[in-house]
C-alpha cells in the first residue's frame, strides 16, 4: 500500500519561502521518477518540478530559478524548496510519483498521489 504524505505548506508574504516535503512509504520499486504538482482554484493542475532515479530535475518555467525539488532515498521524502514566492504561486502542491509516461514526467498522469498540502501567498 503505497503512501505519500506531504507536508510543510501555510501562508507566506510575496518574496517569502517554503518547504514542502513528502514521505513515501510502501513502495517497492527501487528506481521511480516522483514530482511536485499544484492545482489554483478554477485552473488545470500543472506540473511544477520533476526529479527521476538518477537525480535529473526538470522545472515549469514558471518556477525556473526559484524552486528547487530534491531527493532524500535514504529517508524515502521528497522536497521542494520554493524561494522567492509570488501570489500566483497560491495553490493545493502535491507530491506524485511514477509516471505513466516517464519521457514526459511533467506532463504525465502519475499512479500514486498523496492528498495535497495549500500554499498560500499574498
Known amino acids: 500500500h503505497v503512501q505519500l504524505v506531504e507536508s510543510g505548506g501555510g501562508s507566506v508574504q510575496a518574496g517569502g519561502s517554503l518547504r514542502l516535503s513528502c514521505a513515501v512509504s510502501?513502495?517497492?520499486?527501487?528506481?521511480?521518477?516522483m514530482g511536485w504538482f499544484r492545482q489554483a482554484p478554477g485552473k488545470e493542475r500543472e506540473g511544477v518540478a520533476t526529479i527521476d532515479s538518477n537525480g535529473s530535475t526538470r522545472y515549469a518555467d514558471s518556477v525556473k530559478g526559484r524552486f528547487t525539488i530534491s531527493q532524500d532515498k535514504a529517508k524515502n521524502t521528497l522536497t521542494l524548496q520554493m524561494d522567492s514566492l509570488k501570489p500566483e504561486d497560491t495553490a493545493m502542491y502535491y507530491c506524485?510519483?511514477?509516471?505513466?509516461?516517464?519521457?514526459?514526467?511533467?506532463?504525465?498522469?502519475?499512479?500514486?498521489w498523496g492528498q495535497g498540502t495549500q500554499v498560500t501567498v499574498s
Open positions: 506524485a510519483a511514477d509516471p505513466t509516461i516517464p519521457w514526459l514526467p511533467l506532463s504525465s498522469e502519475y499512479k500514486y
Open positions: 510502501g513502495y517497492t520499486k527501487s528506481r521511480v521518477c
